[in-house]
């Protein structure tokens, strides 16, 4: 939702000197070491260095110019004991070498200088030669060496190009500072979200840099100078982690090891959300959840923006619009939908209101310098009854995470599913910064600090006060949080939307490498506001929108209040016709895009993906952010301009085939496609398994239904579908189905076996049809020995086991079951398979 002010911060564009020059000191000369268990701590001319292997792959480098280290980031990383590094410790008059199976760390003397280099003898990073470690008073920063064959990803929730190297453009300068930053474009920055990590691939190689440092900070990407990366903050300690890959995978999973990974959502948080900020009063909230179900328009969610609120206030319902919130959401709940609330972090300075008078006396909001109450205005401070400035919980403190989060009861109890926190970067509307002054005092878990080291934590460290809340309040139910503000290590808490986008197409086309990017920081649950939040998308952009959000992670239409009616059916028939087989699509693949992100929850790796990801060795991969994977195997090419009559495709070596006709294309080269309003491209890659169910019309009614397996052409190939109950924690104690599927071919012979189910959830009875994609005709098929009837295709879908060819495809239908099966197909007549 947006601001009423919008602030540009400038400060924030500031790059920092060389150390020649503006007062830098630099880290100087190693005068003396201290060898540790796994690391080596040296004293320099310019402070204290410590340089200390977490696992073969993982070391962490600290800058101290004070000569002794503050303490360690209690809140974005999880895990230090990544396992035994192995380390060994070298040196001589002019080096320290530390080494660990996978790495070896030089540090030179004179002056302090850090390179890494892998087993083999190559140089991943290094310090710049000339400048090195520094600091400026409080601030900190390294200049690091940048290669001309380097591109360089991530930094969270930032605008622009996929590859932030940006050479055409002169390199790129990123701050990390959480803002309210409403009706962004392509050069806004900062934005909501501060991860300070970036991923570097060189020449198919990767390694990674966190800096661990919640202060004020800036990345200059190559734009201070082409050949240098330098990074620092405002304060603390230039705390930092290398993270040798060699692949771009491997990174992203040690980097997740390091701050943790996003829980496994709900089932119903993967299907669609329905939301505008002006759903109210309850009877307008009916009509669109009545109108999706007799359009028969697939949706699992409905959203309540601040308007269900009393004057704004927290844990609070306006009864005059929601007379009897508890009745509705059980109605709504019959229907199939799931409701989510907003609910901010500004409770009005209102004596008599529960949530501050309880504020006030467990000494759970932040204070002044001078010890007073902190107060500032933001939604409160315009109600039309009694408007007041708003108080701010300190969820830096554990005690106000807990009270604060108890006060969700009240919502669950209602019947409401989940939260959507927002207004959390903290949003304050004080000119200029846009948030709390500098001096705004904060408990920082036991280790009193202010607001320049709470800020970019502010929002993460909310969501975790809201996630922890839920999951205390209903233990077994997987809580589903919606954050507009985090941090590095938020994804443990909250799902992550881009905050408040404009209605055009620069915008449609900027969320794909805005949403590639986050996931390779760590957040693999986010999505964008589908066809825009400030202004009105054409009916044509709001449905290009839509096929592309198919493939968001989180699928969700938001709007503003100002905006003209923005529902699947608002753009007229023809138009609500491609929007629903849009929706039907998600829901169609709903079994192995909650497969993709259950592997997401486990390894780290994002379930939209760029395609460099998977194919690190393919420089025509590097800088392309107009496509993206979900999962390893679906190619979206999504038409991102207006009256498009084609698109080109890049599809990377290997075979590839028309999700739509089952055609087989080439790959390794980029072609030209056709494109219709109703039929976006989709690519599979040769060898998948996907797995697909008929159109539902929410998750509550997938139970039963007969799964589809999709099986692509290949020599041999493997696969897997993952399924549990959905929405319980019971798949933390085994109570999951994970089942591999294989496929080989040889000449005319086609097997495809599944392996026994592994964990002990079993699912409503169903149909398995496995459809043999390029697969025209086959002579015989049977199962685990025993020979299937041929049916015709309209007897099919009533048979208990057959096969048939129908759609240009062989299927083969029987009773799924827990145990390993192995389906032969003999004779086949296949398309052109390499």
Known sequence: MPRVFVWILVSLLFVPAPPARAGWRSVGNVVSIEQERNGVVLHADGGIVAVTALSPEVIRVRYAPSGSFGRADPWAVVDRA????????????????????????????????????????????????????????????????????????????KTGRLDKRAQNLGGMHYAMWNSDSGNYDGATDPLYVSVPFYLVLRDGRAHGIFLDNTYRSSFDVGRDDPHRLAFGATGGDLDYYFIAGPDPK?????????????????????????????????????????????????????????????????????????????????????????????????????????????????????????????????????????????????????ATRAWWGKHYGALLDAGVAGIWNDMDEPAVWLRPAGTMPDDVRFDGDGHPTDHREVH???????????????????????????TRASFAGGQRYAAVWTGDNTADWPALRQSLPMLMNLG???????????????????????????????????????????????????????????????????????????????????????????????????????????????????????????DAATRRVYLPAGDWYDFRSGARVAGGAAIEVPVTLDDPPVYVRAGAFLFLQPVVQHTGEMAGQPLTVQVYPAAASDGALYEDDGGSLAYTRGVYARRAFHQQRSGDAITVGADAVEGRYRGAPRDLVFRLVGTRDARAVALDGTPLPRVAPEQFDRADAAWTVRDGAVEAKLRDRPAALRLEVSGAVQDDVR
Not at 383 to 392: E, G, M, N, Y
Request: without cysteine; charged residues 25%; hydrophobic residues 40%.
């Open 250 to 398: 491997a990174v992203i999973e040690r980097y997740t090891a390091l701050t943790g990974r996003m829980p496994l959502p709900p089932r119903w948080a993967l299907g669609y959300h329905q939301s505008r900020w002006g759903y109210f009063p309850e009877l307008r909230l009916r009509t669109v959840a009545d109108t999706l179900r007799v359009k028969r328009i697939p949706a699992d969610t409905l959203w309540l923006d601040i308007d269900y609120q009393q004057d704004y206030k927290p844990f609070t319902w306006d009864r005059t619009r929601f007379p009897d919130p508890r009745r509705m959401l059980d109605d709504l709940r019959k229907q199939g939908f799931h409701v989510v609330t907003i609910v901010d972090p500004h409770p009005p300075a209102e004596r008599g209101y529960r949530i501050f008078d309880e504020g006030i006396a467990g000494k759970h909001f932040v204070r002044n310098a001078d010890g007073s109450l902190f107060t500032g205005p933001v939604w409160p401070s315009l109600s039309t009854h009694d408007p007041q400035p708003s108080a701010f919980p300190d969820f830096t403190r554990a």
């Open 456 to 482: 970019n934590v502010y929002g993460m460290l909310y969501s975790r006060a809201t996630f922890e809340g839920l999951s205390k309040l209903r233990p077994d139910t997987r809580p589903f949080v919606l």
């Open 520 to 642: 390779l920081s760590g957040f693999p649950f986010v999505g964008a506001d589908i066809g825009g939040f400030v202004g009105y998308p054409s009916p044509e952009l709001f449905t290009r929108w839509l096929q592309l959000g198919v493939f968001y992670p989180f699928m969700r239409a938001h709007t503003d209040i100002s905006t003209p009616d923005q529902d699947p059916w608002s753009f007229g028939a023809r138009h609500e016709v491609y929007n629903r087989h849009a929706i039907e699509l998600r829901y169609r693949l709903l079994p192995t895009l909650y497969t993709v992100m259950e592997h997401a929850s486990r390894s780290g790796v994002p379930a939209l993906r760029p395609l460099f990801l998977e194919f690190p060795l393919d420089a025509q991969t590097y800088a392309l952010d107009d496509e993206a994977m979900f999962g390893r195997d679906l190619l979206i090419a999504p038409v991102l301009y207006p």
């Open 82 to 157: 990544l396992g035994d590094p192995q380390v060994s410790v070298d040196s001589d008059a002019t080096h320290v070498d530390l080494g660990t199976p996978a790495l070896r760390v030089r540090i030179e003397r004179e002056p302090l200088r850090i390179a890494f280099y892998d087993k083999d003898g190559r140089v991943l990073d290094a310090d710049d030669a000339e400048q090195g470690m520094a600091h400026a008073g409080a601030t900190v920063r390294v200049w690091k060496q940048l290669g001309d064959a380097d591109h360089v990803y991530g930094f969270g929730e």
